[in-house]
């Protein structure tokens, strides 16, 4: 039988699980120090309470299995391991478990998406004033190994892509996704009125930040999670003006992009970047068919790759590859290379799980908490969003939204007992 874990221990993770979800738009630091801090202390308290510091989950078993897939890719591989560097991301599950233990009281979970959303709208902003400016003030101290982390908009001559405070416009807008699907569900299912305005605003801002780094998939799974979100409130039939009022302003922004889209869709069809895309997806399925099971082990898709991607350039008569070679493009297929139908399976099951879990969740009222409802709404359409962006990038494998998405699957699943510390 376990033992109750220590207050101390309860308040420790709280402030963890606040201190990642505030760090999740600004700063990959702290997201990395609060998740090893939060992760140790989380380990800690349930070896030495006997698993009261950490509720069962519906994610443990697929964590678990995702886990022994990476071991197993590994143990089997024809080649060893590149190094530690290229397959540390397993470690960002523990973001999952800070927030599991963390996040359980809805007083802490305001205080975290008080600060989160809050700091979310300041980057979106920060990212319009860099897209429209140029700028990154302070760019030589937070990344002095970027020589230029603002690049030329694409199909804007004259503007910059966004990147916020990271150094790519990708993370950047992959990341941006999350609190703008939290921001979103939070105005159409307020916990409280007060709650509507500020999260419409903060909405907005991020909405401004994510189209300010003009990347094509944050737009279209943005746009597919915000339509998800805004039907969603039309079927419940209450508060129809602040639905329609979002698909309004979605119009307002499509118009808005509308300059910008013919030529930032077309390039990915155009000249060398079509076929460079193609060739990673064609290299990931020659790995995966000459290790079906196991795949030639996690984090070794650069390595392996690298040798029949330079092969493909010869061949074509390219003078370069035109893109970088460090994963598949594809969650799908870069699973399928490195960990084999065993680790694809695992990582299918993480997310069928989650699916099936916070809509049974979502079902039973989210324990009468109607913050934690709003937000599990809004987990949902995130999570969705990031599985759309995985079909053609490996935003699972960058540690800006590596961070955000293990953060969305813990903190929306936490908090079993309802109305404990309720707003």
């Known amino acids: 039988m376990s033992s109750p874990a220590p207050p101390a221990l309860r308040r420790g993770a709280a402030w963890l699980a606040v201190a990642l979800a505030w760090s999740l738009p600004v700063s990959l630091f702290g997201m990395q120090a609060a998740a090893i801090a939060g992760g140790l202390l989380v380990l800690w308290g349930v070896a030495r309470h006997r698993g009261a510091a950490l509720e069962p989950s519906p994610l443990d078993l697929p964590m678990l299995a995702l886990l022994a897939a990476y071991g197993l890719s590994l143990l089997l591989a024809p080649r060893p391991p590149t190094s530690l560097q290229t397959a540390t991301s397993f470690w960002v599950m523990s973001a999952c478990l800070v927030a599991r233990a963390g996040l359980t009281r809805s007083v802490d979970l305001r205080r975290a998406l008080v600060g989160l959303l809050g700091l979310a709208s300041l980057a979106g902003l920060f990212g319009l004033f860099q897209c429209l400016t140029g700028l990154y003030p302070g760019a030589g101290w937070l990344h002095p190994q970027v020589a230029a982390p603002l690049q030329p908009a694409p199909g804007a001559p004259g503007l910059s892509g966004a990147v916020g405070l990271f150094f790519s416009r990708l993370t950047f807008a992959h990341a ?191 324990g009468g908490d109607p913050l934690r409802a709003a937000f599990l709404r809004g987990s949902l359409a995130a999570v969705a969003a990031f ?25 929306s699943l936490a908090g079993g007992r309802a109305g404990e510390g309720a707003c």
Do not use: K
């Open 176 to 366: 941006l996704l999350f609190p703008l699907c939290w921001s979103v569900a939070l105005c159409l299912w307020p916990p409280t009125p007060r709650w509507r305005w500020p999260c419409a605003l903060a909405a907005l801002a991020s909405a401004a930040g994510l189209g300010a780094s003009f990347t094509r998939a944050a737009w279209v799974a943005g746009a597919l999670a915000l339509m998800g979100l805004g039907l969603a409130r039309l079927r419940a039939g209450r508060s129809r003006r602040w639905a329609l009022g979002a698909a309004a302003a979605l119009l307002l922004a499509g118009a808005a992009a509308l300059p910008f889209l013919p030529a930032r869709l077309t390039s990915a069809f155009a000249g060398s970047h079509d076929w460079g895309r193609l060739a990673l997806w064609h290299t990931a399925l020659d790995l995966a068919a000459e290790r079906p099971l196991t795949g030639v082990g996690y984090g070794n898709f650069q390595r392996d790759a690298a040798e029949r991607i330079e092969a493909r350039r010869v061949e074509v008569g390219a003078r370069r590859f035109p893109g970088t070679i460090a994963w598949a493009h594809s969650h799908g297929l870069t699973f399928l290379a490195e960990t084999g139908l065993l680790g694809l399976a695992a990582w299918v099951w993480l997310f069928v799980a989650y699916f099936r879990a916070a809509r049974a969740r979502l079902r039973a009222g989210a």
């Open 387 to 411: 599985l759309v962006i995985g079909l053609a990038h490996d935003a699972f494998f960058d540690g800006e939204v590596a961070f955000a998405l293990w953060f969305c699957l813990g903190a």
